[in-house]
């Protein structure tokens, strides 16, 4: 079970990641609204689900972090 259990959580890692890339890249391609992108997903639910309160930090963990790679990049874009 416990290998199983590391298993499952690279997994997940590794497709939060993949995620990640994705939509940055399609954000910086000018094929998302961000700031549409985020409300959207931050309404995402799971009613009456026992995964709800861990589903809701991770979508906003991952949202998270997709804003602070914005600010990254647009600090790297501005002209010293």
Same mark, same amino acid.
């Given at each position: *079970? !416990?290998? /199983?259990? $590391? ?6 890692? =590794? ?7 994705? =939509?940055?890249?399609?954000? *910086?391609?000018?094929?998302? !609204? ?5 409300? !959207?997903?931050?309404? %995402? $639910?799971?009613?009456? /689900? =026992?995964? /709800?309160?861990?589903? $809701?930090? %991770?979508? !906003? ?6 804003? /602070?790679?914005?600010?990254? $990049? ?7």
């Amino acid at each position: *079970m !416990d290998s /199983e259990l $590391r298993q499952l959580k690279a997994q997940v890692n =590794a497709l939060s990641r993949a995620w990640l890339y994705l =939509a940055a890249s399609v954000e *910086m391609q000018g094929g998302l !609204d961000p700031e549409a992108f985020a409300r !959207d997903l931050g309404n %995402t $639910r799971w009613p009456g /689900e =026992a995964i /709800e309160p861990e589903a $809701r930090r %991770t979508i !906003d963990g991952l949202l998270g972090q997709l804003a /602070e790679a914005r600010v990254a $990049r647009q600090a790297q874009a501005q002209p010293n």
